[in-house]
T-cell receptor, first 113, second 115 residues
Framework: AQSVTQLGSHVSVSEGALVLLRCNYS??????LFWYVQYPNQGLQLLLK??????LVKGINGFEAEFKKSETSFHLTKPSAHMSDAAEYFC???????????FGQGTELSVKP | GAVVSQHPSRVICKSGTSVKIECRSL??????MFWYRQFPKQSLMLMAT?????????EQGVEKDKFLINHASLTLSTLTVTSAHPEDSSFYIC???????????FGEGSRLTVL
């Protein structure tokens, strides 16, 4: 079975500060890992994905994530937060790239001016 | 990029009526689509996997007679909430797997409000 745990349901940072959203996974097989962003009343937009290639994955909007097998983690980072980054972020795991996704609880990111 | 369209984006209905939500892949074929449900301030919960030309696979705890899924073509899956009740009010989101590239794309979601 697979599962994802996102530490912190709410994270608040100042504009220009580092963004760190935590995600730990559990999987009996090598996982595919994803980060999605959701703005209010909208669907999900893929930020980045890990598919067993490079462990450091760069995504859109300046986000990146590092797959650490030893820590079973896939934390999302961005060096400098922008006001437009305020949204809900979901980490997800799957057995394959196009398979069903198991989502974490989500982390709401607030960005203060 | 690939686009998945959901319709309607918002729907309000009376208790006891049935509501159909469509999920279309606009520029790719999707033999598999997924339906998720999201309550306010919560995560997405997978309801079922929709397979073109065959019966949907429902997750544990999801009533198949309540949430009817039909995947009649390679670009369309529908979710029908039958005899809707206020507790069925939620945000329903579909995702479609591009059969060629193997990637998943999400629709914009459909907000159902049952009065």
């Amino acid at each position: 079975a697979q599962s994802v745990t996102q530490l912190g349901s709410h994270v608040s940072v100042s504009e220009g500060a580092l963004v760190l959203l935590r995600c730990n996974y559990s999987s009996s097989v090598p996982p595919y890992l994803f980060w999605y962003v959701q703005y209010p009343n909208q669907g999900l937009q893929l930020l980045l994905k890990y598919t067993s290639a490079a462990t450091l994955v760069k995504g859109i909007n300046g986000f990146e994530a590092e797959f650490k097998k030893s820590e079973t983690s896939f934390h999302l980072t961005k060096p400098s937060a922008h006001m437009s980054d305020a949204a809900e972020y979901f980490c997800a795991v799957s057995y394959n790239q196009g398979g069903k996704l198991i989502f974490g609880q989500g982390t709401e990111l607030s960005v203060k001016p | 990029g690939a686009v998945v369209s959901q319709h309607p984006s918002r729907v309000i209905c009376k208790s006891g009526t049935s509501v159909k939500i469509e999920c279309r892949s606009l520029d790719f074929q999707a033999t598999t689509m997924f339906w998720y449900r999201q309550f306010p301030k919560q995560s997405l919960m997978l309801m079922a996997t929709s397979n073109e030309g065959s019966k949907a696979t429902y997750e544990q705890g999801v009533e198949k007679d309540k949430f009817l899924i039909n995947h009649a073509s390679l670009t369309l899956s529908t979710l029908t909430v039958t005899s809707a009740h206020p507790e069925d009010s939620s945000f329903y989101i579909c995702s479609a797997r591009d059969s060629g590239r193997g990637e998943l794309f999400f629709g914009e979601g459909s907000r159902l409000t049952v009065l």
